[in-house]
């Protein structure tokens, strides 16, 4: 399974991104999703996440602003970024737990994307 990771970039205090993240390689349905942050100097923070229950929580610190998303058809997940702050400057990584069948076998496993650089400035 490999999940790659899009849609960073630099973009002006108030502006919008739009990440991504595929998966792909095997057979599977994504469970759960998670969007980390992590900014230099500073610990890595969940910032959004959908439970297997369907249910999303966000940080406090970007409810409101960002949308976590998914598109089962597709294996990818989104978090739509707006209003953008020059602290929501980090490089964000996702994290998708997934379920799938090897021969009628269930397996099941947390899997990362590489990180994507968000850099908002003031």
């Known amino acids: 399974v490999q999940l790659q990771a899009s849609g960073g970039g630099l973009v002006q205090a108030g502006g919008s991104l739009r990440l991504s993240c595929t998966a792909s390689?095997?057979?599977?349905?994504?469970?759960?999703i998670d969007w980390y942050r992590q900014a230099p100097g500073r610990q890595r923070e969940l910032v959004a996440a959908?439970?297997?229950?369907?249910?999303?929580n966000y940080a406090d610190s970007v409810k409101g602003r960002f949308t976590i998303s998914r598109d089962n058809a597709k294996n990818t997940v989104y978090l739509q970024m707006n209003s953008l702050k020059p602290e929501d400057t980090a490089v964000y990584h996702c994290?998708?737990?997934?379920?799938?069948?090897?021969?009628?076998?269930?397996?099941?496993?947390?899997?990362w994307g590489q990180g994507t650089q968000v850099t908002v400035s003031s």
């Open positions: 959908i439970s297997s229950g369907g249910s999303t």
């Open positions: 994290r998708l737990v997934l379920i799938g069948y090897n021969d009628d076998v269930p397996w099941t496993g947390a899997y």
């Open positions: 390689g095997s057979t599977f349905s994504i469970d759960a």
